[in-house]
Each structure stands twice: as C-alpha cells, then as structure tokens.
C-alpha cells in the first residue's frame, strides 16, 4: 500500500469536506469547513488524511481536552484496504504521545455498521449519553 498518513494540509480541505460529505458525516448544522479550520486552531497535528500520492483517501479528526481523546470524522474512499484502520491507529498514537489515557468518540445509535466497525478494533459501547449545547451557530 502506497498510503501515507500526515497532518492535513491547506490544500486539502475541500477534498477532505468532500470525501466527508460522501461518506454522509456531515450535517446541515456544522460547517465541515469550520470544523477543519477550529480543529488545526488547536490541535493542528491531531487532523488526519491517509493520502495516496496527491489523491486523500481517507481522514480523521481527533481531539485531546487533557481528560480524554475524541475521534471524529473517520472515512475512507476505499473500503476494505485498512485505510481507517491505519488512521484510527496513527491518532491513537498521537493520542497516546500526548499523555492520553483513553479515546472516545459518538456513532448514531441507528448506525450499525459503524458500531460493528468500532467493535471489530476494540472499542467498547460505553453506557452514558451525551448532550449538547451550540455555542456558535454555523452559517
């Protein structure tokens, strides 16, 4: 495999928006292009592409808040290659290098397949529920 997973670059954004919104991780509510630009504000290392020569194939975004690390936005054009794998992998690494104990992330209850996804490499269904409160409205 020919993958290389790096840091996102400015050059990448739109392709990764785009493979997000293929992959229907985004909402009407949340500007991708926002979520981007607010992650590599903070933590600029943690935003992820698996990139195949100049083609993104794949990305995750994760988070460290000094308690617990967040994984969001894990996608891949090519299934079945272990390219989410990989990135799931490297940002728990980073995670990790970072002095983080453990990593969580949210998956819709109706979203099977990808609880069965996060089941498969060792992710644990947690009993707790998340709430939410908009602070600033995209768009």
């Not at 400015?10 to 985004?26: C, F, M, N």
């Not at 967040?70 to 079945?80: E, P, T």
């Not at 979203?111 to 992710?123: E, F, K, Q, S």
């Amino acid at each position: 495999m020919s993958i290389v997973i790096r840091p996102l670059a400015d050059s990448d954004a739109d392709a990764v928006v785009a493979l997000w919104r293929d992959a229907g991780l985004t909402r009407p509510w949340n500007d991708p292009h926002e979520d981007i630009r607010r992650a590599r504000a903070v933590w600029p290392e943690l935003l992820l592409v698996a990139a195949d020569g100049d083609e993104v194939v794949g990305s995750v975004m994760a988070g460290y808040d000094g308690h617990r690390g967040w994984l969001y936005y894990l996608a891949s054009s090519r299934s079945g290659e272990g390219i989410g794998r990989s990135l799931v992998a490297e940002a728990e690494a980073r995670l990790v290098a970072l002095g983080c104990p453990k990593a969580m992330l949210m998956v819709r209850p109706d979203n099977a397949a990808v609880l069965g996804y996060y089941d498969a490499i060792g992710y644990v269904r947690e009993g707790t529920a998340v709430t939410g409160k908009r602070l600033i409205p995209d768009g």
